[in-house]
């Protein structure tokens, strides 16, 4: 059995500072960084506030979303040196989807862009 990414277990929390930093540094909002997870994810800003303070780990957070969005699977290109459509794994396409996003915010996409919209 494959050995599991230790990002999986980490708690969402521990990586929304650094999604908040990047796409503030460029000028965007936390309500943009917010809009863009509730778009993937379907959790309303109130369950995503309520995941963030329970520490949700990635794997719960994405295998619990209430209604994962059906466009995601148009976000495509690579992050990290590894192409998003090219992930065998289902939990770690959904975590690259989401880091794909926030740098699509960060490097000036527009918002309706970047929501596939």
């Known amino acids: 059995m494959p050995v599991q990414h230790r990002i999986f277990t980490t708690p969402v929390t521990n990586v929304y500072p650094h999604y908040l930093a990047k796409a503030e540094k460029k000028g965007r909002t936390k309500a943009e960084v917010d809009a863009v997870i509730c778009w993937l994810t379907g959790y ?18 994405f295998r619990d979303a209430p209604k994962p969005n059906p466009n995601r699977k148009l976000i ?10 090219e992930i065998a794994e289902p939990t770690m396409r959904k975590i690259r989807y989401l880091d794909k996003l926030v740098d699509e915010l960060a490097k000036g996409k527009a918002l309706e862009k970047v929501l596939r919209g």
């Open 44 to 61: 309303t800003q109130k369950q995503l506030e309520a995941q963030l303070k329970q520490q949700t780990d990635f794997e719960t957070f």
């Open 76 to 85: 495509t290109g690579t992050i990290c040196g590894v192409r998003i459509e």
